[in-house]
């Protein structure tokens, strides 16, 4: 009798920030191949279900072009109320997200979804609450000339300059970034995938 190899691991997306928290807990993909579809959140669609319904559709997409694969897919969104920030790609959206969690709660769901080989699918959607600090106009323009925000739910990176900014977490850092670890780990040893060696965290994230 031979030894079944187990099966590829191929991780939905192209964020490099996935990555390094993978390679937290020791998982290298095999393949990175994201999913490109249209993430326009449907009329009067809630956040929680919203980032489900995305995390899923890249997952299947994905699955479909990697037959006997796991396929880890993830989508992170953040809202204030039930108003959904965009990933901004401007000064002046970005500007009017700040202005918006200045001084409050918002919340970040980041959904992670495991399609196994045969495209059955488990899912773990997690919630974090992020308190900001009041900002001065002057912080958010100094924030905004770091670049740091593009492409970024909300727009701003917990693990970059904005973190000086953070109050109070409660809930998954991991998860804030773009992948919740623990959640994740348990969905990839659930396929009896074994993790590989840890890394260290990397304070520098260069």
Not at 40 to 65: H, I, M, S, W
Not at 87 to 102: F, G, I, W, Y
Not at 148 to 167: D, N
Request: aromatic share 6%; hydrophobic share 35%; net charge positive.
């Amino acid at each position: 009798m031979t030894n079944r190899e187990p099966p590829k691991l191929v991780l939905a997306s192209a964020s490099p920030r996935r990555r390094e928290l993978l390679s937290q807990i020791g998982v290298v993909p095999d393949a990175i191949d994201p999913a490109d579809i249209d993430e326009t959140p449907f009329n009067a669609e809630l956040p929680k279900d919203y980032v489900r319904r995305v995390a899923v559709e890249k997952g299947r997409v994905v699955a479909r072009r990697h037959e006997g694969a796991l396929v880890l897919s993830a989508d992170t969104v953040v809202c204030v109320g039930r108003r959904i920030l965009p990933k901004t790609e401007t000064p002046e959206e970005t500007v009017q997200c700040l202005r918006l969690m200045s001084g409050r709660s918002h919340r970040v769901y980041t959904c992670a979804v495991l399609f196994g080989p045969s495209q059955e699918y488990r899912i773990r959607n997690v919630e974090t609450r992020v308190k900001v600090a009041a900002l001065h106009e002057s912080d958010i323009a100094t924030y905004v000339a770091t670049n740091e925000w593009r492409g970024k739910a909300g727009g701003y990176a917990i693990q970059g300059a904005f973190s000086q900014y953070i109050i109070q977490l409660i809930g998954s850092y991991s998860s804030v970034v773009g992948l919740p670890l623990y959640e994740t780990a348990n969905l990839l040893r659930g396929t009896g995938l074994k993790l590989g060696k840890l890394n260290p965290v990397r304070t520098d994230d260069g």
